[in-house]
């Protein structure tokens, strides 16, 4: 939903445009290297409109919970928080699931 908000000024009529929905987050687990990573990266670019990405370093070591969990699976991605898919980028799932929130 977008809000329009107008301001009045002498010479001109603005126009502004705010969102109140936020992005819903996309987070993937890496590490470096990760070449399955990399060509995760470049396969999400033309969604990179629609999510807020986050990263999570597995090798770290404030991360071990996940290291633990992913080590033989990364690229792992969670959307809001939920495990959506592992290893290779799906595109159709992904669409699908980011129409679905952008509907709510």
């Known amino acids: 939903m977008f809000l329009l908000k107008t301001l009045s000024r002498p010479a001109a009529l603005q126009l502004r445009l705010c969102s109140t929905k936020t992005l819903p987050t996309l987070t993937l687990f890496t590490k470096d290297p990760c070449p399955l990573c990399d060509e995760a990266k470049e396969l999400l670019e033309p969604f990179k ?13 404030e991360n071990q919970q996940w290291f633990v969990r992913y080590r033989w699976d990364i690229p792992v991605f969670h959307l ?15 669409d699908k699931l980011l129409r679905e929130s952008e509907t709510l």
């Open 80 to 94: 809001n928080g939920r495990f959506v898919m592992k290893h290779r980028v799906d595109v159709v799932l992904l």
């Open 49 to 61: 409109h629609r999510v807020s990405p986050t990263q999570v370093d597995i090798s770290l070591p």
